[in-house]
Nanobody, 120 residues
């Protein structure tokens, strides 16, 4: 089992930067990816970014490229999402997501979410 604890969400002004953290604990040895999704009010949850645990390769949704950066601190098992030049449309609950395998079976875990509010 894997546990995720997110932090860092708060209200900021448009143009500000914010860094979210997701600390992973438990069976991290079998982790495949850790990523971020977000869900705005009245909208479906959407992919933001993910990082491959073994080699820190990053992937981003097209709309996030250039403003968001995902990174991993291996010593602390923490994944960060650095968000720059935030816009009101970035307002959402941001969820950390972990995927791992045990044998051929894929497992998934979601964090509790952290609220990001960008005021115009």
């Amino acid at each position: 089992q894997v546990q995720l604890v997110e932090s860092g969400g708060r209200e900021v002004q448009a143009g500000d930067s914010l860094r979210l953290s997701c600390t992973v604990s438990g069976r991290t040895l079998n982790l495949a990816t850790v990523g971020w999704f977000r869900q705005a009010p009245g909208k479906e949850r959407e992919f933001v970014s993910r990082i491959t645990w073994s080699n820190s390769r990053a992937a981003y949704a097209d709309s996030m490229k250039g403003r968001f950066t995902i990174s991993r601190d291996g010593a602390n098992n923490t994944v960060y999402l650095q968000m720059n030049n935030l816009r009101p449309e970035d307002t959402a609950v941001y969820y950390c997501n972990a995927l791992w395998y045990e044998g051929d079976t894929q497992y998934e875990k979601w964090g509790q979410g952290t609220q990001v509010t960008v005021a115009s």
